[in-house]
């Protein structure tokens, strides 16, 4: 019986793959589609953007964590209604969100959620058609963001991920400093990339 006992404390003791648990940092890179949710009762309509995203993520126990956001500038095409392509902007949506991740340290499959603050900043804005030559200014926004995800491992350090963002963006938009109209970008965001766990 104890030699039995033993076997299965041994057994048990087989190292187990660990998947994230408190103390790992998660670095997320892969391609992020940027597609705002202007609708027809907007006055501005804004294209669809993919650059590369970046993520860090802290593991702070073995299912919360926070998580910063980073990518290569995204570059919109603005439409005015009635007036074709008015503006060219680019941005930079740095994002912190608090992250849950269901499951535990075995999991291989990781799906998690998270809520935080988006600041979104723009800049190089030019006009362009009928306000070619115009100076369009498109201020900073402060807004709320949400996701939903999920990580896979492959092996103990590198996993598969993909992901969903919100963040509401709003931004003031004014041309040679009158204030034209708020654009409502609110994209939605789709990241799909490689993560590796410190
Ligand atoms: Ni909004």
Do not use: C
Not at 53 to 66: E, F, H, K, P, R
Not at 160 to 178: A, K, L, P
Request: charged share 20%; no cysteine.
């Amino acid at each position: 019986m104890k030699k039995l006992s033993l076997l299965v404390a041994a057994a048990l003791m087989v190292p187990v793959a660990h998947a994230h648990q408190a103390g790992d940092i998660l670095v997320r890179g892969g391609a992020m589609a940027v597609s705002p949710t202007t609708d027809s009762g907007d006055t501005f309509n804004v294209d669809s953007n993919t650059q590369l995203g970046l993520t860090l993520s802290y593991m702070i126990t073995d299912n919360w964590a926070v998580e910063l956001l980073a990518a290569t500038p995204f570059s919109h095409s603005v439409e005015l209604k009635g007036a074709g392509e008015v503006a060219k902007v680019k941005h930079l949506p740095p994002t912190l969100m608090a992250q849950y991740y269901f499951g535990n340290a075995q999991s291989k499959v990781r799906p998690y959620v998270g809520a935080g603050i988006n600041y979104t900043f723009f800049f190089d804005e030019k006009g362009r058609g009928v306000l070619d030559g115009a100076d369009v200014k498109a201020d900073d926004s402060w807004g709320l963001a949400a996701q939903a995800g999920l990580d896979m491992r492959i092996n103990d350090n590198w996993f598969v991920n993909g992901s969903i963002w919100y963040m509401d963006i709003d931004t003031d938009v004014s041309v040679n400093g009158n204030h034209v109209d708020k654009a409502n970008i609110d994209p939605v965001g789709l990241m799909v990339g490689l993560g590796y766990r410190f």
